[in-house]
């Protein structure tokens, strides 16, 4: 399977399809053309890993809840390896957010935006009023979506990635590694969907996914506010 036909085929497909023009604002930000660039002030990028970091707290403990929701064995190491995923990617993470001098203890001193309280709450809230289904229409903004964008800016001619600061964060998302845990949780949302009843839920789970794409791009600009 293709990686256009992965993001543009099956339920997650007809979900990024109605999110229209709300998922290119996402996906076109002018937060990530500023980075493909290599002209994104560093106060931006710097406030932006510090949020990141914060978000991925939240987005784990999300990811448990979506494990406690789901009902077989294969899906429940579905989620699970997406969690550990996340929880390993923290000291990743960290480490990165020190080669642009920010410390751990730093990072965990800041308060939370609200842009990045909206978005964690808003999936947290999701997950616990709904059904798995509803949750995982939740995710997927974020999961998939950055995987779309590390490839549009991967292979796309403008972006420049000789000299550019932000060239391993754009490989990073484009990496064979992170597609292989993007798959997973996209082929994990094809499963639970045919299991519960997605054809005639779609309208509510497509308003999910939206919001959740909107606060993406709340995200974003949340991080050039700072420049």
């Not at 549009?152 to 490989?171: C, F, Q, V």
């Amino acid at each position: 399977m293709s990686i256009t036909t992965l993001f543009e085929s099956g339920l997650y497909g007809r979900l990024r399809q109605q999110a229209g023009s709300h998922w290119q604002d996402y996906v076109d930000h002018p937060f990530l053309q500023q980075l493909a660039a290599g002209t994104l002030p560093e106060r931006a990028f710097r406030r932006y890993l510090t949020q990141d970091y914060l978000f991925l707290l939240h987005f784990a403990r999300a990811y448990a809840l979506l494990v406690s929701k789901l009902r077989t064995l294969p899906e429940m190491r579905a989620a699970t390896a997406s969690l550990n995923g996340i929880v390993a990617e923290l000291p990743l993470h960290v480490a990165y957010c020190a080669e642009w001098g920010l410390s751990e203890a730093q990072i965990a001193a800041q308060p939370e935006a609200a842009e990045t309280m909206n978005y964690t709450r808003y999936v947290l809230d999701i997950g616990h009023a709904g059904d798995a289904l509803d949750l995982l229409a939740g995710l997927l903004p974020c999961v998939a979506g950055y995987a779309e964008i590390g490839l549009r800016l991967l292979h796309d001619p403008a972006t420049k990635m000789e000299g550019n600061p932000y060239a391993s964060w754009i490989r990073n998302y484009g990496d064979e590694g992170y597609l292989a845990g993007v798959r997973a949780a996209i082929e994990l949302l094809e499963t639970v969907g045919h299991q519960r009843g997605a054809p005639g839920r779609l309208t509510e789970l497509a308003q999910i996914f939206t919001t959740a794409t909107q606060l993406e791009s709340a995200f974003w600009q949340m991080g050039l506010n700072a420049s």
